[in-house]
């Protein structure tokens, strides 16, 4: 056993030579902006004092585990938050933060102050609610060396992560030149509609990066946004006997219309485009001309221009539906309420971009694997939408059964998700006394 921790050891520290070598070698002909993130990631991987604090992070991982558990068993469904918010500023203020409050949106805000007057700012965020309702049970159960609970991984991890990262750069006395604003974010699943992250950016103006930690692998970053528009329709008619009034229009086959020409959008595979009709609903009886129908829609791409495109045939066909109700029985009963319920916004931050760019080292450094960029829908979508620098990191840890009550989590290698958010946080906030920050201050006005 001894000399395969030995051998860990060495395999770990010859990817951190091999990225400071690396990072060395090509200094020469990179970009400004890429020389600033080589000229960090050199400096904060060669510093004994990091080297230290990644090994008190790998020793914390049982205590992160443990806090992870903790954090999943207190209830916190969609809009109810509020407990979960309470518990976790009380950890941050005994984390030192006696400053730590809840703002009008329900996030709970940390700031750690660097040395460099305020900028540049970097959010780590993780998000506090589940996609369970309320009245769920979130007792955390173990099984076949298994950690099962809603919202274990989801993002109970991340929580977790974001305490044992401040715990570790308290310890090490780690002060970086940047801000760092640490945030237990609401309103990320579901119907939150990205509620708590739109507040933060509405009512802070000086923030340069965002990083969210939500998911668990540590070699996938998301650099780009999937947007999605959700809407919930509601057919409306005059309703009746199915014999006796025998010729007034069905909400339902009004709604059934709909569906199947909705059926036949075509979407471009790239960028990727998708649709569905997730849920269904109406009528009285099995004898009765429905009054009422409701249906559901999901829309989602990676480009705003194509769900803006999508959005605008498919809410046209839905009218075109309607009035063929309305035409197939000379009539003009049929009405639809539509209703937009979900809303977030594409935007993708740039492989070029010092916030992917000291990730993919941080990673490398951390895992010895490439780190793969990927899309997704996440917090980071608003940030991305207004221009910000903005990635989400996994967690660490491997899992799964995503948004069901028997999600499943094992602490496997975990440590390397708070070790990589780390190092990507000295890169881009820079370490007092040995880095300059590679995160750019954003100007006025961008």
């Not at 091999?18 to 020469?28: G, Y």
């Not at 996609?131 to 929580?159: C, H, N, Q, W, Y």
């Not at 099995?286 to 249906?295: E, H, L």
């Not at 440590?415 to 946080?425: D, E, S, T, W």
Request: one cysteine or more.
């Amino acid at each position: 056993m001894r000399m395969i921790h030995s051998k860990m050891r060495m395999c770990a520290a010859g990817a951190l030579a091999a990225l400071v070598l690396a990072a060395s070698a090509v200094k020469a002909e990179t970009p400004a902006a890429s020389l600033a993130v080589d000229t960090a990631a050199e400096a904060v991987l060669a510093n004994a004092n990091v080297r230290k604090t990644l090994d008190d992070i790998k020793a914390a991982d049982e205590a992160t585990f443990a806090d992870q558990k903790t954090i999943a068993a207190v209830p916190s469904s969609p809009y109810k938050e509020k407990v979960r918010a309470e518990y976790y500023l009380k950890r941050m203020q005994e984390l030192g933060f006696k400053d730590a409050t809840i703002d009008a949106e329900g996030n709970v805000i940390a700031l750690r102050k660097g040395t460099g007057g305020g900028r540049p700012r970097l959010v780590v965020a993780a998000h506090l609610d589940t996609v369970f309702p309320e009245g769920t049970d979130f007792t955390v159960k173990e099984k076949d060396g298994m950690v099962l609970a809603p919202g274990i991984g989801d993002d109970s991890r991340g929580l977790a992560v974001l305490l044992t990262l401040i715990k570790a750069m308290n310890s090490n006395g780690l002060a970086t030149v940047g801000d760092i604003m640490f945030v237990g974010n609401v309103g990320e699943e579901e119907l939150g509609n990205l509620r708590g992250v739109k507040a933060l950016f509405r009512d802070h103006h000086d923030i340069d990066g965002f990083i969210s930690i939500d998911g668990l692998g540590v070699s996938r970053i998301v650099n780009q946004g999937t947007g999605s528009h959700r809407y919930e329709m509601t057919f409306k008619g005059p309703g009746g006997h199915s014999f006796q009034e025998f010729g007034l229009p069905s909400a339902i086959h009004a709604m059934g219309r709909a569906i199947a020409k909705i059926a036949d959008l075509k979407t471009p595979a790239e960028p990727r485009t998708t649709f569905t009709v997730g849920t269904v609903s109406g009528g009285t009886s099995v004898n009765a001309i429905a009054s009422q129908a409701k249906m559901a829609v999901d829309m989602r791409s990676n480009s705003t221009e194509e769900l803006l495109k999508l959005e605008a045939r498919l809410l046209d066909l839905v009218k075109q539906a309607v009035a063929d109700e309305n035409a197939r029985w000379g009539s003009d009963k049929i009405s639809v309420d539509i209703k937009l319920i979900g809303d977030r916004p594409a935007g993708v931050t740039a492989a070029e971009s010092p916030i992917v760019q000291a990730t993919q080292r941080a990673v490398t450094a951390v895992s010895g694997v490439q780190a793969k960029l990927v899309g997704s829908s996440t917090d980071s979508n608003q940030a991305m939408s207004l221009g910000i620098p903005a990635i989400t990191i996994g967690g660490g840890g491997e899992g799964g059964n995503w948004h069901s009550v028997n999600e499943w989590y094992r602490n496997v290698n975990a440590y390397q998700g708070p070790q990589n958010a780390l190092l990507a946080i000295l890169m881009l906030s820079g370490l007092d006394g040995v880095s300059k920050p590679a995160l750019p201050v954003r100007q006025a006005g961008n």
